[in-house]
Nanobody, 124 residues
């Protein structure tokens, strides 16, 4: 059984940086992809970024492009999300997710496993 543990959230001021981390266990990832989604209060789940395990191809939501960077460490089964220049509208619960597929990574239904989520709060 795959387990995802995400961490690194916190309360920061606008313009600050945070780094989220997601550790995957239960299988060795050599294919498929990992993604980050977020959900703000009263809103639906929103795609943030994704990365494929094999080639490291990355995908970003337009709202975070140029500010966030997703990375992976295949040896450690870990995916990180470096978030710079944070804005109040980035406030949400961020969750990592694992998919056996490398396609359709902007859609939650593509993913097979989810982390528990970590709160990111950005004050103005």
């Amino acid at each position: 059984q795959v387990q995802l543990v995400d961490s690194g959230g916190g309360l920061v001021q606008a313009g600050a940086s945070l780094r989220l981390s997601c550790v995957a266990s239960g299988r060795t990832f050599s294919s498929g992809a990992m993604g980050w989604f977020r959900q703000a209060p009263g809103k639906g789940r929103e795609f943030v970024a994704a990365i494929t395990w094999s080639s490291g191809t990355t995908f970003y939501a337009d709202s975070v492009k140029g500010r966030f960077t997703i990375s992976r460490d295949n040896a450690k089964n870990t995916v990180g999300l470096q978030m710079n220049s944070l804005k109040p509208e980035d406030t949400a619960v961020y969750s990592c997710a694992a998919s056996y597929s490398s396609y359709g990574l902007r859609y939650p239904h593509t993913y097979d496993y989810w982390g528990q989520g970590t709160q990111v709060t950005v004050s103005s």
